[in-house]
């Protein structure tokens, strides 16, 4: 590779969006998210601070257009160096025996069934060197959030498992905690709640980032 590349799933708001935006001054960024306005305020967002980004409109469930978009990566740049996984479906808050079906499957698919496709076609664009990034979030087993605290701390254990098995031989796999952010996956789970004392995506970005580069 002649330029460090950066690939980030769930790049169009929240923590993916600002990881994207930190990461352009010294990265090329592939963006992917299934919003295309989205993706597009992110390119303008990175060319405004002088950096580029590749936008890859595709849902990370299917397993065919990520295995393409691996495959175009591979042929353009030879690999990554870097990727940060923030793609997370937050499902509505509701008691275990009240969940709907649909929620249930979405969850499943988005934060937990796409990883079994992710893990393996993104680890050999990683190779021995590169970094993989994925984010804790403590509810799992809290009232309410039998969708996403279920499927996001099993995201997690799988995440872990790749992290011990690739300790010695890479890539490096890190499990960052972010702080509770002004978002709207936390809007849709704390629609009351005082934003103001919630930390802003782009701060947790630069300090999640040093944490990493500390290690």
């Given at each position: 590779?002649?330029?460090?590349?950066?690939?980030?799933?769930?790049a169009s708001r929240g923590l993916g969006y600002a990881l994207a935006e930190a990461l352009s001054a010294d990265h090329h960024i592939v963006a992917v998210a299934r919003t295309?306005?989205?993706?597009?305020?992110?390119d303008d967002a990175i060319q405004a601070r002088g950096g580029q980004a590749t936008l890859a409109p595709m849902d990370i469930t299917k397993a065919d257009a990520m295995a393409q978009l691996c495959r175009s990566i591979y042929d353009r740049w030879g690999g990554i160096a870097l990727w940060a996984h923030t793609a997370v479906h937050a499902a509505p808050l509701t008691p275990a025996n009240h969940m709907a079906l649909k929620d249930w499957e979405k969850s499943v698919a988005i934060n937990l069934s796409a990883m079994g496709h992710l893990v393996p076609y993104i680890?050999?664009?990683?190779?021995e060197e590169g970094d993989a990034l994925f984010f804790e979030d403590p509810r799992g087993g809290e009232k309410f959030f039998g969708h996403y605290g279920t499927t996001k701390a099993a995201q997690i254990a799988l995440a872990r498992s790749?992290?011990?098995e690739t300790a010695r031989i890479g890539p490096r796999v890190h499990i960052l905690t972010p702080?509770?952010?002004?978002?709207?996956?936390r809007s849709r789970f704390y629609p009351g709640e005082d934003r103001s004392a919630l930390a802003h995506p782009h701060d947790e970005a630069a300090r999640l980032l040093a944490e990493l580069r500390a290690d």
């Open positions: 590779m002649t330029q460090k590349i950066a690939l980030i799933t769930g295309v306005g989205a993706l597009e305020e992110l680890a050999p664009l990683l190779g790749w992290q011990a702080r509770p952010m002004a978002t709207a996956s």
